[in-house]
């Protein structure tokens, strides 16, 4: 199975474009061909980023149901200390938890804060993990 990380960066386009590629992704992760993982801090993260005022309109049940899809198929890690590689503060609390998973990718839109991959972990969007998976859908 496929170990992943998911930025926030995914969770907001899947619920912008249910139909898109970000969307897709969870297909996938209820389907259990990929697996999530999270922290504590990347959990707070995916309900602080829907605070922002410029996604308050977005469709409070999908983001809860993205949410909550996250939640039970996630499994929990506690990172083993605090990364310094991105700029982006709460961006190396990605990092932390790709390592702590031994993630195979984190899956991010917002490449530009994740320049580089890290130990074995690997840097896609979601189109390119889709490609990696064949696209042609969940089996």
């Known amino acids: 199975m496929i170990r992943v990380v998911i930025d926030t960066s995914v969770l907001v386009s899947a619920v912008i474009s249910p139909t898109g590629p970000n969307a897709r992704l969870f297909d996938f992760i209820v389907s259990k061909e990929i697996r999530p993982y999270i922290t504590d801090d990347v959990l707070a993260e995916y309900c602080l980023v829907f605070e922002f005022e410029r996604l308050k309109h977005l469709d409070r049940r999908r983001i809860a149901w993205l949410r909550g899809v996250l939640q039970r198929a996630s499994i929990k890690v506690k990172p083993p200390g ?3 590689i991105s700029e982006h503060e709460e961006d190396n609390r990605i990092y932390e938890c790709a390592v702590a998973a ?6 991010t839109e917002n490449t530009r804060h994740f320049k580089k991959p890290y130990k074995t972990t690997k840097i ?3 189109r390119q993990l889709l490609e990696i998976l ?3 859908g969940p089996s």
């Open 82 to 84: 605090k990364l310094k």
């Open 102 to 107: 031994k993630a195979h990718y984190i899956v």
């Open 124 to 126: 896609v969007n979601a």
């Open 134 to 136: 064949g696209s042609a």
